[in-house]
């Protein structure tokens, strides 16, 4: 299989992701997607999505997780809404993320993706231990259907979610790395944790950002790839040393503007084909 195949972020219904006929004239190879609402995750939406990828010649890489009621407004919300973290609707999300995964799988995809949230420090704490249980139950059920379960990075430092890992103990449980999270979220720097966390990178998101003048307090600032401080020409190059070699997903959200989510992803596709050529 080809180097690094490029990708975008796509959405089946209204989401946040480009939609499928503009990865496709990007040529794009490669796609993740944000999971569709319940309503649409059906055979018969997985059979139709799948034979439109197959007539674009595009390949599902992962599909995301995310669910009702998360907010990225700022950190706090973050923190209070995200993921599996939050516990009145922790075993709600758990049970949702399962149904992802068998959507997934008619989807014939081998990855589902989270932002778990913002685990606590403290592994002793009563929320730390419950997340690490139903983490598992997921990783279970999603090794059931032949997956892994990647989490999206940048809500916690590389140790904490190393530790992380380790005490949800399931084979099938690896890091979608995003670089710009660890900017955003002021989690640390971003080639450092890449480093640390390399053994358990499944997938990657190709994502810029400067960093906050109070880093974890407010967000930094998401900027067009290149322009931001992830220094894109340092993350291929520990993305190789890494020995990580599959899709490069850009993730550029700005719906509300769709032409200029297409031009910036266009020219963020044209740096990485020329940092891809230059490592060659
Ligand atoms: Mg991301």
Redesign the pocket.
Known sequence: MEKWPLGVFASLDAGFGVHLEVAHELGVPTIQLHAPKRASRTPEVAKKFLDRLESLGIRLTVVFGGFEGESYADIPTTRRTVGLVPCETRAARATEMKEISDFARLLNVDAIGLHVGFVPHDPTHETYIDVVRVTQAVCDHASRNRQSVNL?T?QESADTLLRFIDDVGRDNLGV?F?P??MILYGSGEPLLALEKVGAFVRSV?C?DALWSNQPGETWGTEVPLGEGAVGMEAYLRTLDKIGYHGPLTI?REIPQDPARQKAEIGRALNLLREIKAELA
Do not use: I, L, Q, W
């Open positions: 999206e940048g979608n995003d710009a999270n998101h994502k993730e």
